[in-house]
């Protein structure tokens, strides 16, 4: 293969990783009974991977090409583990791995109806949420800058997650 056409696929293989590494990560954590197990695992599954990216077939979604070789990868991994203490059999493993990819589909559609139902709020109300769910940022303190007390803002944004949840749920429902 040409340089050339080597160093292309070779940023295509990152450009889909990087895409799917989270999702790979959460996945083989809810396969997997602890967190050293999914991170062993998702080495192998990574460098699995790449070593196999030639035979992926770019016309298919990467997600579940890369999922399957997780799921092996976990299996594997746990058939490992058997002989060294009791841990999850391949019925419970392969049910944990359907379960995973459910929720992390379901997780995803809720995160883009959340993702439309902020932008759905007024800038001053987005700009508020985001202010108050950045991480480090103290309510006393924000509350202080906006001239109301904590209660006052804490039952505003309580207000302004009702509002949320009852859009995303909307969302869900005619996402159906």
């Known amino acids: 293969m040409p340089k050339s056409d080597e160093f292309d696929r070779q940023l295509e293989f990152l ?8 999702a790979v990560r959460v996945f083989l954590r809810a396969i997997l009974p602890s967190r ?3 991170d ?15 035979e992926y077939d770019a016309s298919r979604d ?3 090409w890369a999922f399957g070789i997780a799921k ?4 594997g991994l746990l058939r490992d583990r058997q002989r060294e203490r009791l841990v999850f ?9 359907e379960d995973a990819i459910a929720a992390e589909d379901r997780y995803l559609t809720q995160q883009e109806a959340l993702d439309g139902c ?3 709020l007024s800038a001053p109300l987005r700009e508020l949420v985001l202010r108050a769910y950045t991480k480090g940022t103290r309510i006393d303190e924000l509350a202080e800058g906006l001239g109301q007390t904590p209660m006052t803002l804490y039952k505003k944004l309580q207000r302004i997650r009702r509002t949320l949840l009852d859009c995303v749920r909307q969302t869900m429902k005619e996402a159906r």
């Open 15 to 22: 450009r889909l990783f990087a895409a799917h590494e989270a």
């Open 36 to 38: 050293n197990d999914a």
């Open 40 to 54: 062993e695992a998702f080495q192998l599954t990574m460098i699995t991977l790449w070593e196999k990216f030639e």
């Open 62 to 64: 990467f997600k579940p």
């Open 72 to 75: 092996y990868k976990a299996l």
């Open 89 to 97: 059999g391949d019925v419970l493993a392969d049910r944990l791995a």
């Open 118 to 120: 902020l932008r759905n």
